[in-house]
């Protein structure tokens, strides 16, 4: 069965520095991962995905993520984190079947401190 | 323009009532969700319909009901409110056919039953 694992319920980090939210992944067959953020209060906010091509995929706010498949992980990153990008990431891998379910790690809050 | 809408936004009620939301897209896709997140924020899907065809229901009580009367709108109505249906409840849609994999969502409705 699909999964998806995020070893950290929290990462911190300061201002300016880079950061990096792990997340690791179980599927038969190629996977479809993606990243979400969620404000506070808001709905899931798409980020980027890996479909097929580049192991590096650019997405949205100045985030990035590498997929390696001998490793099975696909991990978010930025160079330079900003105040504003806390919030509570997911990790997601499509299942599968034709139905699109996506199915989400447990969500890593990343706090960046000024 | 909202991609995805969701009504209402919050909802209390008592224990035993039943109670409706219900969600909109105008992003023209095929298929629609029903997530819950839980008071750890995890999520999980219930629901998914295609084209008004109910194609994922996940290990959900039949109190739980979703309808869609259209590609666009997908409702969930709840009977029988209980302490544990307290949560937030996303609306999401994506193009499952097509090159376009990703889900969007909508801003959630936080069911509260005291």
């Known amino acids: 069965a699909q999964s998806v694992a995020q070893p950290e319920d929290q990462v911190n980090v300061a201002e300016g520095n880079p950061l990096t939210v792990k997340c690791t992944y179980s599927?038969?067959?190629?996977?479809?991962l993606f990243w979400y953020v969620q404000y506070p209060n808001r709905g899931l906010q798409f980020l980027l995905k890996?479909?097929?091509?580049?192991?590096l995929v650019k997405g949205s706010y100045g985030f990035e993520a590498e997929f390696n498949k001998s490793q099975t992980s696909f991990h978010l990153k930025k160079p330079s984190a900003l105040v504003s990008d806390s919030a509570l990431y997911f990790c997601?891998?499509?299942?599968?079947?034709?139905?699109?379910?996506?199915?989400f790690g447990q969500g890593t809050t990343l706090q960046v401190k000024p | 323009d909202t991609a995805v809408s969701q009504t209402p936004k919050y909802l209390v009620t008592q224990m035993g009532n039943d109670k409706s939301i219900k969600c909109e897209q105008n992003?023209?896709?095929?298929?629609m969700y029903w997530y819950k997140q839980d008071s750890k924020k995890f999520l999980k899907i219930m629901f998914s319909?295609?084209?008004?065809?109910?194609?994922i229901n996940e290990t959900v009580p039949n109190r739980f009901s979703p309808k869609s009367p259209d590609k666009a709108h997908l409702n969930l109505h709840i009977n029988s409110l209980e302490l544990g249906d307290s949560a937030v409840y996303f609306c999401?849609?994506?193009?499952?056919?097509?090159?376009?994999?990703?889900?969007?969502f909508g801003p959630g409705t936080r069911l509260t039953v005291t």
């Open positions: 999401a849609s994506s193009q499952v056919f097509g090159s376009s994999y990703e889900q969007y």
């Open positions: 997601a891998v499509r299942d599968n079947g034709n139905t699109g379910k996506l199915i």
């Open positions: 890996y479909i097929t091509g580049d192991n």
């Open positions: 319909y295609n084209n008004k065809e109910l194609i």
């Open positions: 599927v038969s067959g190629n996977p479809y």
């Open positions: 992003l023209g896709h095929d298929t």
